[in-house]
């Protein structure tokens, strides 16, 4: 079953307006989760690394006014959106490191489109 | 800096042949490899990973990788190709077990003919 839940799934929001997207460890402890931006056809993009209880650390290129993350608890990670624009309008991915088992858990992923 | 190159963007294969997708990696350490699939509009499903050990790494649906360290690759196989198998699919490398983010390939489109 999954472990990470990401929701929601789609979001279609207007231009201006916040979206918040959540990402869950279902069950285990993420002291780490990562979120990745994929457009259409193309690859999963890192845009930031996301510790409990820190700052999260962002990629080269990526607006951290614009996408705010916060990762308030061990379980539990989010992606606010900021003021968006169509051009925000991607695929968002979060995964999370099971220090336990090692691998990256992905979330099922949100489509967000901004009109 | 890693880097993963897919040099495929889009293969095509009948149903009932053997498949293999290409990849290749640039990583400064040991690297962790991984093969994940993506069908459309959906999230990524982990087929298979390699840390250490044995280098030729069995995964889900029958799908199987082998690490050359030799040529830095890492490529995927399968040798009975499903028709559900048609997805996009994606290499990745990283670090430190998993707790680094990883950098993924430009991904390979896999079509299959009835």
């Known amino acids: 079953g999954a472990v990470v839940s990401q929701h929601p799934s789609r979001v279609i929001c207007k231009s201006g307006t916040s979206v918040k997207i959540e990402c869950r460890s279902l069950d285990f402890q993420a002291t780490t989760m990562f979120w990745y931006r994929q457009f259409p056809k193309q690859s999963l993009m890192l845009m930031a690394t996301?510790?409990?209880?820190?700052?999260?650390?962002?990629e080269q290129g990526v607006e951290k006014d614009k996408f705010l993350i916060n990762h308030a608890s061990l379980t539990l990670s989010t992606l606010t959106v900021t003021s968006a624009h169509p051009e925000d309008s991607s695929f968002y991915i979060c995964?999370?490191?099971?220090?336990?088992?090692?691998?990256?858990?992905f979330g099922n992923g949100t489509r967000l489109t901004v009109t | 800096a890693q880097s993963v190159t897919q040099p495929d963007i889009h293969i095509t294969v009948s149903e009932g042949a053997s498949l293999e997708l290409r990849c290749n990696y640039s990583?400064?350490?040991?690297?962790?490899l991984f093969w994940y699939v993506q069908s459309p509009g959906q999230g990524l499903q982990l087929l298979l990973k390699y840390f250490s050990g044995d280098t030729l790494v069995q995964g889900i649906k029958g799908f199987e990788a082998e690490f050359k360290r030799s040529q830095s690759s890492f490529n995927l196989r399968k040798p009975s190709v499903h028709w559900s198998d048609a997805a996009e699919y994606f290499c990745?490398?990283?670090?430190?077990?998993?707790?680094?983010?990883?950098?993924f390939g430009s991904g390979t489109r896999l079509q299959v003919q009835p």
């Open positions: 995964s999370a490191w099971d220090r336990q088992n090692s691998p990256l858990h």
């Open positions: 996301s510790n409990e209880g820190s700052k999260a650390t962002y």
């Open positions: 990745a490398v990283g670090g430190g077990a998993g707790r680094r983010a990883l950098t």
């Open positions: 990583y400064g350490a040991t690297p962790y």
